[in-house]
């Protein structure tokens, strides 16, 4: 029989060991949350900072930094690493990496739960999967792109209204290369825009009227083609960089529809 000590002991004993189990497994928890907020806020100030460098122009410098949030933010399991993966899609489409940014873009959509940043993300690989010429999956992200927005009431921010511009923009020249009329959807962003103050986006809004116009043979594309290339060879002007590949684009076009 064990004695009286013994049978204190089991019994103060086991339920204080589990005590104490608990109490390191808490701890264990909460030191966890910590170092996930801190890398979360890392993360952040990271995709900040390559978005910034982005609008520079300084585009070598922004993808290493992109780069850099992507890798913390998928080891930390992070909130934030839908807009880190975006960011890092942004800068290599312009780079024209279409194929790594078509992957950065996907995990962006896949991993987005902000309606605003799903649009958003799901936009810009249309146009990724479009330059891959990937026409009908370019459709099918631009209408899911514009779907979203057309269910967002709320818009905190008024920069916020711009992914919908993006999104018809995208959609507008999905329709295109898929036979259908592009136009309307890019009339439509141009409004969009100018209210948001996205020059950027104004001038591709026009890129799209005038390709869309000049496949259905229709008189105005000319118009549409020659404001695209002159608001793209002001941005050019500007930030040689980020608008290179654009201006050539709208150069061409124009040369197209002036034959």
């Known amino acids: 029989m064990p004695s009286t000590s013994d049978l204190l ?4 004993m086991g339920p204080g060991l589990v005590c104490i189990a608990v109490f390191l497994l808490g701890g264990a928890l909460s030191l966890w949350k910590r170092w996930r907020a801190h890398r979360g806020g890392e993360v952040d100030r990271l995709t900040n900072e390559a978005s910034a460098l982005f609008s520079q122009g300084l585009l070598t410098e922004a993808r290493e930094r992109a780069a850099l949030a992507v890798g913390k933010a998928d080891a930390a399991q992070s909130g934030s690493a839908a807009r880190a993966h975006f960011v890092l899609g942004r800068v290599l489409g312009r780079e024209g990496d279409n194929q790594a940014a078509r992957e950065q873009l996907s995990q962006a959509v896949v991993l987005a739960t902000d309606p605003h940043l799903a649009a958003l993300a799901g ?6 999967l479009r330059r891959l010429d990937q026409r009908a999956e370019a459709l099918e992200r631009a209408t899911s792109a514009v779907r979203i927005h057309e269910g967002i009431d709320d818009y905190p921010e008024p920069f916020m209204r ?5 999104a018809r923009v995208a959609l507008s020249l999905a329709q295109t290369d898929n036979g259908q009329d592009g136009l309307p959807a890019a009339r439509d962003a141009v409004p969009v825009f ?3 103050g996205i020059q950027d986006g104004v001038a591709h809004a026009y890129y799209a009227m005038a390709y869309a116009a000049h496949a259905r043979g229709d008189d105005t594309a000319s118009t549409f083609a020659w404001e695209a290339y002159r608001r793209f060879d002001s941005l050019h002007a500007t930030i040689p960089s980020l608008y290179r590949d654009r201006l050539a684009e709208s150069q061409k076009l124009l040369d197209e ?3």
Not at 123 to 128: E, G, H, I, Y
């Open 9 to 12: 002991e089991v019994i103060f």
């Open 123 to 128: 936009a810009n690989l249309s146009l990724v």
């Open 162 to 166: 711009a992914g919908a511009g993006w």
């Open 194 to 196: 100018e209210e948001a």
């Open 257 to 259: 529809v002036m034959k």
